[in-house]
């Protein structure tokens, strides 16, 4: 069972979906503003952060980006709930580091499983450095299942659960063209049109990531068809070189 932060200036909206979270046996801790979210970010330390886009005192964009920027834990799944439907704001939500976007009005039993699956994954990432797991190497990628970290060409990567498993998802199958629905299925136990969408964003941030640290970055985009991860011999690798003040 999960500690969940709700963040929601709805109260009527708290007070069922955190009702109904609770007695699945979850604790809920409830903000209305992204003020006090921010506060509990910090006390509470969630398992799991399901926000609302429309916050009274900023909007949960900005929230999101607050969180990037600051440094905060983002092995944290987040999960954007939100009345605001445009492709932009589940764009942006992902790109600014959700793991996933449900839009209001939504099914409780499909947003109950959306929730047991981000939470199944970031409980995986989060594995003890017991665990048996092999490393994975691909030429310049070193992936420790042990401790949910990626170095590539040497330098750490910070990847939320969802790049996280996407990745190893993609290295573990190297050489095969993995198509939207197949990878939405591996990650999220199912495929429509909004979860196969949602790949390409990931797929963008993680691949924007490696690109930061070396080039070229073996992940590559198959056209109508899906996405490959090459093997890459570590020599063909190198750094971006810096920019001016960088």
Same mark, same amino acid.
């Given at each position: 069972?999960?500690?969940?932060?709700?963040?929601? #200036?709805? /109260? &009527?909206?708290?007070?069922?979906? @955190?009702?109904?979270? $609770?007695?699945?046996?979850?604790? &809920?801790?409830?903000?209305?503003? $992204?003020?006090? /979210?921010? &506060?509990?970010?910090?006390?509470? @330390?969630?398992?799991?952060?399901?926000?609302?886009?429309?916050?009274? #005192?900023?909007?949960?964009?900005?929230?999101?980006?607050?969180?990037?920027?600051?440094?905060?834990?983002?092995?944290?799944?987040? *999960?954007?709930?939100?009345?605001?439907?445009?492709? &932009?704001?589940?764009?942006?939500?992902?790109?600014?580091?959700?793991?996933?976007?449900?839009?209001?009005?939504? #099914?409780?039993?499909?947003?109950?499983?959306?929730?047991?699956?981000?939470?199944?994954?970031?409980?995986?990432?989060?594995?003890?450095?017991?665990?048996?797991? =092999? =490393?994975?190497?691909?030429?310049?990628?070193?992936?420790?299942?042990?401790r949910a970290s990626v170095e590539f060409?040497?330098?750490?990567?910070?990847?939320?659960?969802?790049?996280?498993?996407?990745?190893?998802?993609?290295?573990?199958?190297?050489?095969?063209?993995?198509?939207?629905?197949?990878?939405?299925? *591996?990650?999220?136990?199912?495929? #429509?049109?909004?979860?196969?969408?949602?790949?390409?964003?990931?797929?963008?941030?993680?691949?924007?990531?490696?690109? $930061?640290?070396?080039?070229?970055?073996?992940?590559?985009?198959?056209?109508?068809? @899906?996405?490959?991860?090459?093997?890459? =011999?570590?020599?063909?690798?190198?750094?971006?070189?810096?920019?001016?003040?960088?």
């Amino acid at each position: 069972m999960a500690t969940i932060l709700l963040v929601d #200036d709805d /109260a &009527v909206l708290n007070e069922v979906l @955190g009702g109904a979270l $609770a007695s699945e046996g979850h604790t &809920v801790h409830l903000a209305s503003t $992204a003020a006090e /979210a921010l &506060v509990a970010m910090e006390s509470v @330390g969630p398992d799991l952060i399901l926000l609302d886009l429309t916050l009274p #005192d900023t909007d949960g964009l900005t929230l999101l980006l607050r969180r990037r920027h600051a440094d905060a834990d983002l092995s944290i799944p987040l *999960i954007v709930l939100s009345g605001r439907a445009r492709q &932009v704001d589940r764009v942006l939500s992902l790109k600014f580091g959700a793991d996933d976007f449900v839009a209001k009005p939504f #099914d409780y039993d499909e947003l109950l499983a959306r929730i047991e699956a981000v939470l199944r994954r970031a409980g995986a990432a989060r594995a003890p450095a017991c665990a048996s797991n =092999d =490393d994975i190497r691909s030429g310049a990628l070193v992936i420790s299942t042990r401790r949910a970290s990626v170095e590539f060409a040497g330098q750490p990567l910070a990847l939320t659960p969802t790049e996280f498993h996407l990745l190893v998802a993609l290295v573990r199958r190297s050489g095969q063209i993995l198509s939207r629905q197949r990878l939405a299925a *591996i990650l999220w136990g199912y495929a #429509d049109s909004g979860t196969t969408h949602m790949i390409n964003v990931h797929v963008a941030r993680l691949r924007a990531k490696l690109r $930061a640290v070396a080039q070229p970055v073996p992940l590559e985009t198959v056209h109508r068809q @899906g996405f490959i991860w090459r093997d890459t =011999d570590c020599s063909g690798f190198k750094r971006p070189e810096a920019t001016d003040g960088a």
